[in-house]
């Protein structure tokens, strides 16, 4: 049975051997924990092994256990990694420093409308449906230009953009265009890749991937 720091030297050595093979440099590639469904004592144990950035799928599940978690280690990052409905915008803007699920200008205006009333705007990726799944959320590839032009004109600052590829098929060719979607509207971030295939996401350009399972549990 391994330790949290085990789990985390494995995966921070995969991202290293992924970033290298690309010729990229692995510090910038953010290590993202999952952390729904996990216990304080779980997350607190990665925290103790250097883990920093931690990523939550529902706001519910973070209201209750990240108040007093970031109270003892207010160095944290914390990011929402879920579908956010816009009625959960105000608890959203307060607890996360990031949000990789915009997809819509209903989820945009809530979100302005929460950063102002709390004097702070979150870093945003933009969630594209790269699949063109219509079970999945996320901006569909013909909208995506468009709505990438509201995003800039917003306060909120667009960290890049986000894709979960569809289940089943080889990913590598939707990290790929991700990517090239990136290029093409010259964005920088890419939160792309988790436990399963975070190494060919990152080989492909990560900028962020979120790893929960090799992370918390043995493989």
Not at 18 to 47: C, F, H, N, Q, Y
Not at 87 to 110: G, M, P, W, Y
Request: with cysteine; proline share 5%; glycine share 8%.
């Amino acid at each position: 049975m391994t330790d949290a720091s085990t789990r985390l030297a494995i995966v921070q050595d995969g991202i290293a051997a992924a970033a290298r093979l690309a010729r990229r440099e692995p510090d910038a590639v953010t290590l993202i924990a999952v952390s729904k469904t996990r216990t304080a004592g779980e997350i607190e144990a990665l925290i103790g092994a250097g883990q920093r950035d931690f990523g939550e799928s529902r706001v519910q599940e973070a209201e209750a256990k990240w108040p007093e978690l970031r109270a003892r280690h207010p160095e944290v990052r914390l990011h929402c990694i879920g579908r956010l409905q816009s009625n959960k915008a105000d608890a959203a803007v307060r607890l996360f420093d990031t949000i990789h699920s915009l997809d819509r200008d209903s989820l945009l205006e809530a979100l302005v409308a929460a950063g102002k009333k709390a004097g702070r705007f979150p870093r945003v990726y933009v969630q594209v449906n790269i699949g063109e799944e219509e079970q999945k959320g996320g901006v569909s590839l013909a909208e995506l230009p468009a709505f990438l032009d509201r995003v800039q004109a917003s306060p909120l600052p667009l960290a890049g953009l986000m894709a979960i590829p569809p289940l089943g098929p080889e990913p590598s060719p939707y990290f790929a265009l991700l990517a090239k979607l990136a290029r093409r509207h010259d964005v920088n971030g890419l939160s792309m890749g988790m436990s399963s295939d975070y190494s060919a996401a990152v080989m492909l350009g990560a900028t962020a991937v979120r790893v929960g399972t090799a992370l918390f549990e043995d493989q």
